[in-house]
């Protein structure tokens, strides 16, 4: 059942209290209007046309018949099963945390809810960064005070970092030095390995947070200070690091106070849904009846995630049907490669989209944009807007 009560549900810190290190971070956060929730999708929907228009000039699909004659129909029934996993354990790693002893306890299907409300409005804003705050009002709306969902959102991005460490070295290992050449192979190495030192150096800040501060500091006054407006800018922008340093390592010291094993299960699910993700992908090229070695699919895969992730446009609409068919015609024929890539968007974006935009959208209906967003603003705590996403 979703909890519709009126109380507020967070009581907000006091400053100076001697507890205050041990509640979770607050904030406030705030939902989009219904027009800008519709030009997002329009959005999402006309880019991503627009790009699979590019594909079919660029790659011509193979015919139906051929398609359906080398279907191989132990793939295509494995992908259903794959996509709910991906929808499981989606909600499990919010669950992992919402249990009753580390946060307030949400049931696993709103867990799922909420996952599925980040997915439409990632899909439906720039940067894909309105999924964090949908699926914080969810878990609000399903009894979770704004905090908690803010400090999940941040524990859980804290795994997504750990992820991209190991993604980064899984591409560094998997992609064959001939598969683009030495140059472009080289460039993308070394993107993985600057992306892989800067998670750690978070996951670092995180950990040990006085040592980060005083790194950032000495890097700040060293290289950056250097520039005028920059220099002037210095405590402003030092303090912001602080806060922020001080809110994401609090979040996960909170919760590893409170329960380490829900901390890394959080990790493990992470690690597993992101390789599920892979493996769908995956399924999807055996079901179209095309062998791949499944170690170079993964290293590909590994990048393309490093690209739609940080993609700018509504749910990397565009960006990640173009860098598809450029990733994968190095291991799937061109009359293959768009096929796969509907396909594969369909099953690990769309579909998810869709449900969350029912799910979200409903739920908004029942109290109205303008009420949803003051609520959310009455109930946070201090800390500022909420602007995470994962």
Not at 231 to 246: C, F, L, Q, S, T
Request: aromatic share 10%; net charge positive.
């Amino acid at each position: 059942m979703v909890a519709h009560s009126s109380e507020p549900r967070d009581e907000p810190r006091v400053a100076g209290s001697s507890e205050r290190h041990h509640e979770p971070p607050g904030g406030t956060i705030r939902l989009p209007s219904r027009r800008a929730i519709a030009w997002g999708i329009q959005l999402f929907i006309l880019i991503s046309i627009g790009a699979i228009t590019i594909g079919f000039w660029w790659k011509s699909p193979a015919n139906l018949n051929e398609l359906l004659a080398n279907l191989d129909w132990r793939f295509a029934l494995l992908i259903i099963p794959l996509v709910g996993i991906d929808y499981l354990v989606g909600g499990l790693r919010y669950r992992a945390l919402f249990n009753g002893r580390v946060l307030t306890k949400v049931s696993l299907w709103d867990c799922m809810r909420s996952n599925w409300a980040n997915i439409f409005m990632g899909a439906a804003t720039p940067m894909q960064t309105g999924g964090g705050a949908a699926q914080v009002y969810l878990l609000w709306r399903s009894g979770a005070p704004v905090s908690e969902g803010v400090l999940a959102s941040l524990v859980n991005f804290a795994g997504t970092l750990v992820f991209f460490v190991c993604s980064s070295l899984a591409a560094l290992l998997l992609i064959p030095t001939d598969l683009f050449g030495p140059k472009v192979t080289g460039l993308i190495q070394g993107a993985f390995v600057i992306v892989a030192l800067v998670a750690v150096l978070v996951l670092g800040v995180v950990i040990f947070p006085r040592i980060g501060l005083w790194i950032i500091r000495q890097l700040y006054d060293r290289l950056l200070a250097r520039i005028p407006r920059l220099g002037r800018a210095r405590d402003r922008v030092i303090g912001k690091a602080e806060h922020g340093v001080e809110r994401f390592s609090g979040a996960v010291g909170h919760v590893g106070r409170r329960g380490r094993g829900s901390l890394a299960l959080v990790v493990l699910l992470t690690l597993i849904l992101f390789s599920n993700k892979f493996t769908i992908a995956y399924a999807v090229v055996r079901a179209l009846g095309h062998e791949v070695p499944y170690s170079v699919f993964l290293g590909l895969k590994c990048v393309h995630l490093f690209v739609i992730y940080f993609a700018p446009t509504p749910g990397a609409s565009g960006v990640a049907e173009v860098s598809s068919v450029w990733l994968m015609e190095r291991v799937i024929p061109s009359e293959l490669l768009l096929i796969y890539t509907v396909l594969w968007r369909l099953f690990t974006t769309v579909i998810g989209a869709v449900i969350g935009g029912f799910v979200l959208l409903l739920d908004v209906h029942r109290v109205g944009v303008g009420r949803v967003r003051d609520g959310l603003q009455d109930r946070g705590t201090a800390g500022g807007e909420y602007g995470y996403r994962e």
